[in-house]
C-alpha cells in the first residue's frame, strides 16, 4: 500500500469513528491537492484552537483554491467543521477538515 492509501485509509478510519458519511472519491481528491503536507506530523493536522492556523484555511484554502468571497460565513463553516471533528479530538487531520469545508459549501465541483 503506497504512503497516500495509507493516508486515505487513516482518515476513512477517523470518518467512521466520527460517525460522518463521506465519498471516497472527493475524499482522494482533496487529499491529492493537499500535497506533501499529508506527509508531515506537524503540517498534516489543524491546530483547531489557533486563529492564526484558522485564518491561513480562510484565506488560503477557502478562498484562494475554493474562490469564495471573505464574508462571516466562511468562519461560521470552519467553526461548524472544528465542531464536526470535535474539541477533544486531536487527530484534526488538515485533509479531513479541508474535505469537510467542501461538502460545507458545496464546492465539490472544484474537485472534478
Known amino acids: 500500500m503506497s504512503k497516500f492509501d495509507e493516508c486515505i485509509a487513516k482518515y476513512e478510519k477517523e470518518f ?7 465519498d471516497g472519491k472527493l475524499l482522494r481528491a482533496v487529499a491529492k491537492a493537499c500535497g506533501p503536507s499529508l506527509y508531515r506530523a506537524d503540517a498534516s493536522k489543524v491546530a483547531g484552537s489557533d486563529p492564526k492556523e484558522l485564518d491561513r484555511i480562510k484565506k488560503n484554502f477557502l478562498i484562494k483554491k475554493l474562490g469564495l468571497k471573505d464574508t ?19 487527530n484534526k487531520y488538515r485533509a479531513m477538515v479541508y474535505y469537510l469545508l467542501v461538502k460545507q459549501f458545496r464546492k465539490a465541483s472544484v474537485f472534478k
Open 72 to 90: 462571516p460565513k466562511l468562519d461560521e463553516g470552519i467553526a461548524a467543521v472544528m465542531k464536526t471533528m470535535g474539541s477533544k479530538n486531536r
Open 16 to 22: 467512521d469513528k466520527l460517525k460522518v458519511k463521506y
